[in-house]
């Protein structure tokens, strides 16, 4: 059984930093496409960055340039670099994977539980 595990969420002041992990459990290797989602109390779900194993990223607007997603093929392990946060990034924040192509898929099949990032002012 495949399984997601986010770990990492804290609370944090404007402009300091986290790194979210996500273990891909039950996977021969890392799924070719991971993604980091956020969702807070009242809006949209937001998809963040996007992750392939090809190597290729990509980011939404409102992080690029703040945050960067990373992986350990060994540990089968992505990972979410937050720097310069500030209180718009407070939010439930949750991977998600795929598989195979297309990268991203119109919706994701295996997701995580979640971790929580509060910033406070």
């Known amino acids: 059984q495949v399984q997601l595990v986010e770990s990492g969420g804290d609370s944090v002041q404007a402009g300091g930093s986290l790194r979210l992990s996500c273990v891909a459990s039950g996977y021969t290797s890392l799924p070719y496409c991971m993604a980091w989602f956020r969702q807070a109390p009242g809006k949209e779900r937001e998809r963040v960055a996007t992750s392939r194993s090809s190597g290729s990223s990509s980011y939404a607007d409102s992080v690029n340039g703040r945050f960067t997603i990373s992986r350990d093929n060994i540990k089968k392990t992505r990972y979410l670099q937050m720097n310069r946060v500030n209180p718009d990034d407070t939010a439930l924040y949750y991977c998600?994977?795929?598989?195979?192509?297309?990268?991203?898929?119109?919706?994701?099949?295996?997701w995580g539980q979640g971790t929580q990032v509060t910033v406070s002012s």
């Open positions: 998600a994977a795929q598989s195979g192509a297309p990268c991203p898929p119109p919706n994701f099949p295996v």
